[in-house]
T-cell receptor, first 117, second 115 residues
Framework: AQTVTQSQPEMSVQEAETVTLSCTYD???????LFWYKQPPSRQMILVIR??????QNATENRFSVNFQKAAKSFSLKISDSQLGDAAMYFC??????????????FGKGTKLTVNP | DAGVTQSPTHLIKTRGQQVTLRCSPK?????VSWYQQALGQGPQFIFQ???????QRGNFPDRFSGHQFPNYSSELNVNALLLGDSALYLC??????????????FGNGTRLTVT
């Protein structure tokens, strides 16, 4: 079974600075999908960024980028120019390739990000 | 474009009671999944419904059951509630024929408290 580990329960960053959240995972599959979700106090999970394992190029979405190291099974999230609205819980998630139509996600325990003005 | 909607927002039940949570998927989506998120934890997969059938199930007891209706909406039922069932229950939807990297869309969840 796949597992996802987020080793940083809490992180803080100054507004406008850069922060990196760590995520490692364990799998025997060669093809899979990785996601970072953000959960603000409103509780809704919001997709931040996604990465397909077969793509070597790291995904980027505006101020958010990932460092995907497949051999090391590492998938860190970098937030540049941090904003107060970035404060939230961040969850790393793993999804197996399409097998029988399952879209099950395996989540890490999350990292609480605080942005200081 | 209506997103995933869940009801109720909050619920308080007594140990031993039964509860039903409801979810309407995002417009155009046909697959619904349920997740349990205990305080301070990441969401845990309960089960997924497609074409009104349970397609995959996580490591949850039979006290947890569900249903999907022809309009793709879904219910999560929990019988014989335990204190440990207190959690945020998240519903997520997706289109089964969508792109492989399509993300799940989540609702705001139902906060269940068992006393």
């Amino acid at each position: 079974a796949q597992t996802v580990t987020q080793s940083q329960p809490e992180m803080s960053v100054q507004e406008a600075e850069t922060v990196t959240l760590s995520c490692t995972y364990d799998t025997s599959e060669s093809d899979y999908y990785l996601f970072w979700y953000k959960q603000p106090p409103s509780r809704q999970m919001i997709l931040v960024i996604r990465q397909e394992a077969y793509k070597q190029q790291n995904a980027t979405e505006n101020r958010f980028s990932v460092n995907f190291q497949k051999a090391a099974k590492s998938f860190s999230l970098k937030i540049s120019d941090s904003q107060l609205g970035d404060a939230a819980m961040y969850f790393c998630a793993y999804r197996s390739p399409f097998q029988g139509g399952s879209e099950k996600l395996v989540f890490g325990k999350g990292t609480k990000l605080t942005v200081n003005p | 474009d209506a997103g995933v909607t869940q009801s109720p927002t909050h619920l308080i039940k007594t140990r031993g009671q039964q509860v039903t949570l409801r979810c309407s998927p995002k417009s155009g989506h046909d697959t619904v999944s349920w997740y349990q998120q205990a305080l301070g934890q990441g969401p845990q997969f309960i089960f997924q419904y497609y074409e009104e059938e349970e397609r995959q199930r996580g490591n949850f007891p039979d006290r947890f059951s569900g249903h999907q209706f022809p309009n793709y909406s879904s219910e999560l039922n929990v019988n014989a509630l335990l204190l440990g069932d207190s959690a945020l229950y998240l519903c997520a939807s997706i289109l089964s024929t969508g792109s492989m990297n399509s993300p799940l869309h989540f609702g705001n969840g139902t906060r269940l408290t068992v006393t």
